[in-house]
């Protein structure tokens, strides 16, 4: 459903699977929910970020494209997902794939001296460094958001 969006209907994700399943929607989602340990919106989230990342490393499509592909409201809307799942926005996400190419490229065609591979070296630890923090970051809010909600869970169970 996300890997082919030009082919689906543009109407509520809810209303699609129900109407293709022939269930009640809260059926399946209640279901879903404890088979996946999250809902079946949040998934599809999940899916349409992990396309709009191979989306966005192909170079075909600008974020404008991407985001009406995937049915987005807006490009806003996509960003913000994007950047709440993998705690970087779509510009800086390609950026590091932009950077990536340039090092592979930067590695082929020069040989080194010593004050290149310094000079390289401490490039690649500032973009590790970036990039960790940002990862740290992520998780760290994740896990806040997800012990709250396992938190609201169990206190709702043992009531």
């Known amino acids: ?5 030009d082919g689906c209907p543009k109407m509520n994700y ?6 293709k399943l022939n269930y009640d929607y809260t059926y399946l989602a209640n279901i879903f929910s404890e088979v996946k340990g999250i809902t079946i919106q949040q998934y599809i989230i999940l899916n349409k970020i992990e396309r709009a990342k191979e989306l966005l490393l192909y170079d075909e499509l600008n974020l404008t494209e991407i985001s ?11 960003s913000g997902q994007f950047k709440k799942v993998t705690g970087l926005s779509p ?13 592979m490229e930067i590695i082929s065609m020069r040989k080194f001296d010593y004050e290149d591979c310094f000079s390289f070296s401490l490039h690649c630890l500032q973009s590790l460094t970036e990039l960790s923090w ?16 396992f938190r609201s869970r169990y206190l709702e169970r043992n009531r």
């Open 1 to 5: 459903m996300i890997q082919y969006a």
């Open 134 to 149: 940002k990862i740290w970051t992520h998780l760290k809010n994740s896990f806040r958001t997800n012990r709250s909600i």
């Open 91 to 103: 510009s800086f996400y390609k950026l590091l794939k932009q950077k990536r190419e340039e090092t």
């Open 14 to 19: 809810s209303e699609y699977i129900s109407e």
């Open 68 to 78: 009406y592909k995937l049915h987005y409201r807006s490009v806003a809307h996509l």
